[in-house]
Each structure stands twice: as C-alpha cells, then as structure tokens.
C-alpha cells in the first residue's frame, strides 16, 4: 500500500513563507503525476499544484509566482514551496500521488496564515 506521509504545515504570518513536503513509501518514478490540493472550511479541495515523472508542472491561477512544486527523486519527496502567503491560502493542504487509475492521498498537513 502506498504511503503518503505531509509535513512542514503551520502558522505564518502573511507574507511569510514555508515548505510542504510529501515523502512516498516508494520510488516517485512509480507515479504518472503526483499534487498538492487543499481545502478550505466550507469550501471544495482544489489543485494547487501538480508535477509529472517528466517534471512538467501545472499551477492554480491563484498561486502562480508564489508557489512552486518541485521534487527529489532520490528522496521520493514532493515539495511545494510557498512564498507572499495570503490569509486566503489557509487550508488544509494534502499531497496526491496518481498512477493509472489509482489515485493516493496522503493525510493533509495544515496551513494558516493570520496575523
């Protein structure tokens, strides 16, 4: 079973920054796409970011120039590194591996970003 295990979630002040990671119980290469979604009270999971096995990568509107996803294959981790943090970006952020139909969730990590 494949695992997906979140970190780097927390409280920051707008305009700070973190780093989310996502280290998989097996090699990344295994996975067609692997992304970041989150979710915020009251309101639908969308996609943050996504990357491929080739590394070509997708951004929502919203996030374009502040985050960027990136990954270590030699660690079987995902990253997504997010900088200029809004309150808007407060949610819980989960990390999403897919391969042929199978569709991977890790737990989710949470960010809030209030002063």
């Known amino acids: 079973q494949v695992q997906l295990a979140e970190s780097g979630g927390g409280l920051v002040q707008p305009g700070g920054s973190l780093r989310l990671s996502c280290g998989a119980s097996?090699?990344?290469?295994?996975?067609?796409?692997m992304g970041w979604y989150r979710q915020a009270p009251g309101k639908e999971r969308e996609l943050v970011a996504s990357?491929?096995?080739?590394?070509?990568?997708t951004y929502a509107d919203s996030v374009k120039g502040r985050f960027t996803i990136s990954r270590d294959n030699a660690k079987n981790t995902v990253y997504l590194q997010m900088n200029s943090l809004k309150p808007e970006d407060t949610a819980v952020y989960s990390c999403?591996?897919?391969?042929?139909?199978?569709?991977?969730w890790g737990q989710g990590t949470q960010v809030t970003v209030s002063s």
């Open positions: 999403n591996a897919r391969r042929g139909l199978s569709i991977y």
């Open positions: 097996e090699s990344i290469f295994n996975f067609n796409r």
């Open positions: 990357i491929t096995a080739g590394g070509s990568t």
